[in-house]
């Protein structure tokens, strides 16, 4: 996954996180949070989209 993959998958992330959490600041640090969470599952070889899912429904 490239970083530019990243930045993707964490901005449409966050795009679907904010409409569903009204009151939320662009600038949280769940955001920052999220970002470390996916480049860690890169930089550990994961790759598995049922697991981000499965993380994405706990938000």
């Known amino acids: 996954m490239t970083s ?3 930045e993707g998958a ?3 992330a ?3 996180y904010l409409l ?3 009151g ?3 600038n949280d640090n ?3 949070a999220l ?3 996916v480049t860690n599952l890169r930089d550990a070889g994961e790759y598995d989209f049922d697991l981000l ?3 994405r429904s706990l938000t």
């Open 20 to 22: 569903r959490h009204s």
């Open 30 to 32: 769940r955001r920052s």
């Open 10 to 12: 964490c901005a449409f």
């Open 35 to 37: 970002f470390r969470y």
């Open 4 to 6: 530019q993959a990243i």
């Open 14 to 16: 966050w795009r679907n």
């Open 24 to 26: 939320i600041s662009e």
């Open 53 to 55: 899912q499965k993380q």
